[in-house]
């Protein structure tokens, strides 16, 4: 195996730590949080306490300055537990990072802080019923008006398959304040639980990801403060394109981790399970079967390090991001059904992480941007003509 490079003793040391705080906080009450649809709101308090909230957000806003190498860390921890209700990474790498970036003085002070603390559970909805890959034709709409109260938008319409929307108390809502401008009329706006006219609605039932609350959201006339603006007004779109590659590369890192996962867990088992009087570990096809998935398996790890690497030097662009997505989601999912088949019926019963890994893996391709779409992203890279 290819030794990685890419972590300190700092950030091993925080491995096993945030792995200690896995085995205590999360494992022993993941199965139940399935069961009851998210996970409870205390997991994201403890968090907090423990500084593994906003790690890579500057010191003055709460967190640890630190490099994003410990949140990796995180995430392949998350990923390697089986742990698919936890909404850490969302909430530390996507929702912060935006604030961190487009956000003012006064919004940095406000917000992260007390995401640090896991106070407050972040969100960011893109996704309409009507508008998912395509994201031009959000109809949210976030009109500027002006009454005794001041400046604030007026903010209309509706998200859904929302990550942490049902425990969210601020969303960044993507939404159209010059609906004629298409692309160029989208801004962010910072959304709090709370502001009237503001609604969660249900919790999905979900194929996988059992214990992660995604949500249906509703606008209906929220009145939202023009100081919520988050960026410059009607560059919305932008700032989603100019923060892509970050966010696809962490469906890719948590795919290669869990896929390495799966070999694990299926080794363990293969070695101990005995069919006509031999471990199946001992049948050829399973020797080789194995071979194959940990060569693809090594290989997909040398790619996503290495685009890891390039993300820390500011030089990784969004088709090669697009690669790391799509490939190794893909790869995630072939290996855990490769695998599943090696645990023969065990690997389709529910206390068995493989099968779960089968369920949550398939989202993957699905979120993020589809693979479809990290396809059309890289053939336009390579400059082939589109529609
Ligand atoms: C569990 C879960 C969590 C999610 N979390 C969030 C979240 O936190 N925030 C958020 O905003 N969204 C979230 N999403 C939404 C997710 O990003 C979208 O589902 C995804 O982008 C696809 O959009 P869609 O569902 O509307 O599918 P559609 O866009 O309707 O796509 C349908 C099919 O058409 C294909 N297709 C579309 N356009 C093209 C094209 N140009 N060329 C070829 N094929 C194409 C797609 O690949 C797909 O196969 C989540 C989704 C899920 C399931």
């Not at 392949?76 to 929702?95: F, K, M, T």
């Not at 956000?103 to 893109?126: C, F, N, W």
């Not at 969210?168 to 401008?181: E, G, H, N, R, Y």
């Not at 890719?252 to 088992?269: C, N, R, V």
């Amino acid at each position: 195996m290819i030794e990685r490079t890419l972590f300190s003793p700092e950030h091993e040391a925080f491995r096993d730590s945030f792995r200690r705080f896995c085995d205590k906080e999360i494992a022993p009450f993941h199965a139940d949080w399935e069961e009851q649809g998210y996970v409870d709101r205390e997991v994201w308090r403890k968090a907090g306490a423990n500084g593994f909230l906003c790690m890579t957000m500057p010191e003055q806003y709460g967190g640890a300055g630190a490099d994003r190498l410990y949140s990796v860390v995180q995430m392949e921890e998350l990923a390697r537990g089986g742990y698919s209700g936890i909404g850490y990474g969302l909430h530390n790498e996507i929702v912060a990072p935006y604030i961190e970036h487009y956000g003012t003085e006064a919004q940095k002070q406000k917000y992260l802080p007390a995401m640090a603390r896991g106070d407050m559970i972040g969100a960011i909805a893109m996704s309409e019923p009507a508008a998912g890959s395509d994201l031009q034709g959000v109809k949210s709409t976030a009109l500027l008006k002006h009454d005794e109260t001041g400046d604030h938008y007026l903010l209309n319409g509706s998200k859904t398959f929302i990550t942490n929307g049902w425990h969210a108390d601020l969303v960044i809502v993507v939404a159209k304040t010059d609906p004629a401008a298409g692309a160029k009329g989208t801004s962010l706006l910072l959304v709090e639980r709370g502001m009237p006219g503001f609604e969660t609605g249900k919790r999905l039932k979900k194929v996988g990801l059992k214990a992660q609350d995604t949500a249906e959201l509703f606008f209906n006339d929220v009145k939202v403060p023009a100081a919520n603006l988050l960026g410059p007004l009607n560059r919305g779109f932008v700032s989603l394109m100019e923060q892509l590659p970050w966010e696809r590369m962490q469906i890719a890192i948590g795919a290669a981790a869990k896929s390495q996962a799966a070999i694990d867990w299926t080794m363990a088992y293969v070695k101990d399970r005995k069919v006509f009087g031999q471990a199946v570990a001992q049948y050829q096809n399973t020797r080789f079967k194995l071979a194959e998935l940990q060569t693809q398996v090594q290989i997909a790890q040398v790619f996503v390090d290495k685009c890891i690497a390039l993300l820390l030097e500011d030089k990784l662009d969004t088709a090669t991001a697009s690669m790391a997505k799509y490939w190794v989601s893909d790869l995630e999912n072939k290996v855990i059904d490769e695998c599943v088949q090696l645990f023969g019926g065990y690997g389709y019963m529910w206390e068995y992480p493989i099968a779960r890994a089968f369920v949550d893996a398939r989202v993957q391709r699905i979120y993020g941007g589809t693979n479809e779409i990290m396809k059309e992203v890289i053939a336009r890279a390579m400059g082939l003509p589109g529609r």
